[in-house]
């Protein structure tokens, strides 16, 4: 079976970013820290049970929101009590968000001696004029504070989140934002474009953005600037230094399972191949997901039609592409499903292929949702 992961969300933050579709909610009072912790608990264990899971846990990730609004003592029982229910792997990565802020930045080393051995902090830029039409709480100098106090906690390994093609902002800002990213020497560095999603306060009132040529010209500017600073890009938005690319995503885009635990969380579990590969959603609502005695909110089959394009959506993502042998393991289907698709893309020079293994060309890389179409229509 697909390496398994562990998804853990917690839903708060102190504001609601206005560009942010994540299930996320402003808190209005205390957190019910000590109940929710309860309730993360008795979903991973009825989730075991339900699915009948005995595989180790390779990685786990605890995203929300911002989980760092947590204290040390919250992580240390959730995570006491997630090893006495499932086995962990020795090397096991287990990755924390945060935003900057004294007041977290004061836990990282409580945070570090918990066994959370990766951080993600939530930079977006380090200008202040920009974070403030970002709607962020924290300014420029707190983000690089964030990052040197993860250096003193003992963090060797921890990622800067950064956007780009930002209101009003054009490629000498976001150029700028990169310097100071690689200046603070994290090991990864995510790096995205701002988009505008439904359902968020920049949908019903966007701001200004630069043109598509302002946008592609500072993605390039940027991505040569990583790369001369030993940051290689292994996915669409995701630069690491060698050996420090995220395991847990890592796993996700290889199509590889997942258990998802907390209000609207997601997961995806291979029971049966290929006939039995779900996915598992949570109540997105804290107050519904905290009232409830199952958090199960469903699980949908993927239907085995429909393994082809999952798989591929997830695995065109990475630089490395996949392999013939990958893909029968984790879907249970033969490579030739992949046909018609896979052989127009290698005779366009969308993909390329080498001893069993595919991987976008250059071409193919500039135009992935040109390759992914030709797979949305696959013969059934």
Known sequence: ?????????????????????????????????????????????????????????????????????????????LLAGISQQ???????????????????????????????????????????????????????????????????????????????????????????????????????????????????????????????????????VCQALLADHGYRQYEISAYSRPGFQCRHNLNYWQFGDYLGIGAGAHGKLSLVLPDRIVRTFKPKSPEQYLRDTHKDGGADPIARADLPLEFIMNHLRLKQGFSAAGYEATTGLTIDTLEPALSASLKQHLLTSRDGHYYCSEKGWNFLDSVLEKFCSLPQ
């Open 1 to 77: 079976m697909p390496p398994l992961s562990l998804y853990i969300h917690i839903p708060w933050c102190i504001k609601k970013c206005p560009y942010c579709d994540f299930n996320s909610h402003a808190v209005k009072a205390d957190t019910p820290e000590t109940a929710y912790i309860d309730a993360l608990l008795s979903d991973l264990a009825q989730d075991l049970q339900l699915y009948g899971i005995s595989r180790p846990v390779g990685s786990i990730f605890i995203g929300g929101g911002t989980p760092s609004l947590f204290s040390p003592e919250s992580f240390h029982r």
């Open 86 to 220: 499932v086995a962990l792997a020795d090397n096991l990565e287990i990755t924390l968000e945060a935003n900057p802020g004294t007041f977290e930045i004061n836990k990282f080393a409580e945070f570090r001696s918990l066994g959370i051995n990766r951080l993600s902090i939530g930079i977006q830029s380090f200008n202040d004029t920009l974070l403030q039409k970002l709607g962020r709480v924290h300014s420029g100098k707190e983000a690089m504070r964030a990052a040197e106090c993860a250096h003193q906690a003992g963090f060797d390994n921890f990622n800067l989140d950064l956007m780009f093609g930002l209101p009003d902002a054009g490629t000498d800002s976001s150029k700028a934002d990169i310097e100071t990213a690689i200046s603070l020497n994290p090991t990864h560095i995510s790096f995205y474009q701002l988009t505008l999603e439904p359902n968020t306060y920049f949908h019903k009132f966007p701001p200004r953005l630069p043109d598509d040529d302002v946008i592609f010209s500072t993605q390039q």
